[in-house]
Every structure is written in structure tokens, then in C-alpha cells.
């Protein structure tokens, strides 16, 4: 069936340095794929989103093209602020036609950024 | 405002209490969901509503009930709480149909304990 892996947590990085979050998926057909945002405490907010092979998702200063070679969208951003600390889910959702519409994610990954 | 509500944001109850966690959202979806999040598992499926008056079990069924006579609500109900049942809820709705980019919007979550 249809997963999503991504990389284990937590990642604690130190203010303005690079982040990448690895996720890669396998999934039937041509799925859309999503990066969602979970603040402490709060509910899961979409970050970005892309819908096809190559296109490049982009919100906030993080970005994440949809890889079909490689099956992958991770997801990069060049100088990470203490306010980006949260929870980030990798998910995908596949055709409508047929499918449950349902999301299917990734276990999440814990980023902790330090002043 | 588009949103997605969730009633009641915490929740403490007593084994074999019936209890309704109300969701509701302003934006015509065709598409609702709930959610159960929990440490090391994710988020996992419990129900989904294609539209009113369809529902269908998700990945983690047991123990719960939904209805959806009305497009904006889509309430959860567990007749009979076990322990087994604390967790954060999330409820989600989405557009529907070929124009979609299936993307979900979360509620702010409920969290349910279960004595």
C-alpha cells in the first residue's frame, strides 16, 4: 500500500543554519504531496504543497520539489529561525476517483532550533 | 474566516461515558475526516465522509461512530470510552473533485483523556 518514510527526529540545529527533512513515498498512480506544520499545541497547518512530477512547493522560506525519479520531496529551507521549531509531516494523498481521499503521513519529524 | 472548529478542545471522561466531539467547517467541502494522534503511531484515519450522508471506516474504526447529515458537521462519537481512546483528535475537510489539490485543513484538535 500506499507510505510515507521519513527521516527520524529530533533535529535540533542552531539559528540561520540550513535544514533539509528527508521523505520519500511509494504510492500507485501520481499522488499529491504535502508538508504540514505542527506547533506545540496546535493543530497541523499545510506549509506547502505540490501536485506534480518536478513542480516545487514554496511557503514561508521552505521549499520541496516533487521528485518522481527518486520518489522524494524533501523538504529544505536556507536559514532556519528559533520561531521554526515545531513538528513537519510528509504526506501524500492519492487520485480522487476510487481512493478514500485520506492522507497518508509520514511519523513526523522534530525540528528544534536554537538561538 | 475558512476554518475548520473542533468542540471541545480538552476533554476528561470516565471509562464507558458517552461522549460527541463536534466538528464543523465553513468552507462547503465535500470531503471530511478524523484523525487520532498518537506518540510513535502518527496520525492514523478513524472515519472519512465523502459527502452527506456517505461515511466510511478509516484505518482505526473501533470503538467509534460518526454521522454527516449536513455538509459542515461531521461529528465523532464514542459510545463507550475505554482508556485505549486517549489521544489528540484532529478532524479535516477537503474539496472535492478534478479542480482539487486534495489538500486538507486541520482542526485545532481535542484532546481526550479516558480514566
Known amino acids: 500500500g500506499d507510505s510515507v518514510t521519513q527521516m527520524e527526529g529530533p533535529v535540533t540545529l542552531s539559528e540561520e543554519a540550513f535544514l533539509t527533512i528527508n521523505c520519500t513515498y511509494t504510492?500507485?498512480?501520481?499522488?499529491?504531496l504535502f508538508w504540514y506544520v505542527q506547533y506545540p499545541g496546535e493543530g497541523l497547518q499545510l506549509l506547502l504543497k505540490?501536485?506534480?512530477?518536478?513542480d516545487k512547493g514554496s511557503n514561508k522560506g521552505f521549499e520541496a520539489t516533487y521528485r518522481k525519479e527518486t520518489t522524494s520531496f524533501h523538504l529544505e529551507k536556507g536559514s532556519v529561525q528559533v520561531s521554526d521549531s515545531a513538528v513537519y509531516f510528509c504526506a501524500l494523498s492519492g487520485i480522487w476517483s476510487g481512493n478514500t481521499g485520506k492522507l497518508i503521513f509520514g511519523q513526523g519529524t522534530t525540528l528544534q532550533v536554537k538561538p | 474566516e475558512a476554518q475548520v472548529t473542533q468542540n471541545p478542545r480538552y476533554l476528561i471522561t470516565v471509562t464507558g461515558k458517552k461522549l460527541t466531539v463536534t466538528c464543523s467547517q465553513n468552507m462547503n467541502h465535500e470531503y471530511m475526516s478524523w484523525y487520532r494522534q498518537d506518540p510513535g503511531l502518527g496520525l492514523r484515519q478513524i472515519y472519512y465522509s465523502m459527502n452527506v450522508e456517505v461515511t466510511d471506516k478509516g484505518d482505526v474504526p473501533e470503538g467509534y461512530k460518526v454521522s454527516r447529515k449536513e455538509k459542515r458537521n461531521f461529528p465523532l462519537i464514542l459510545e463507550s470510552p475505554s482508556p485505549n481512546q486517549t489521544s489528540l483528535y484532529f478532524c479535516a475537510s477537503s474539496a472535492s473533485g478534478q479542480e482539487s489539490s486534495y489538500e486538507q485543513y486541520f482542526g485545532p484538535g481535542t484532546r481526550l483523556t479516558v480514566t
Open positions: 505540490a501536485t506534480k512530477a518536478d
Open positions: 504510492a500507485t498512480g501520481y499522488p499529491s
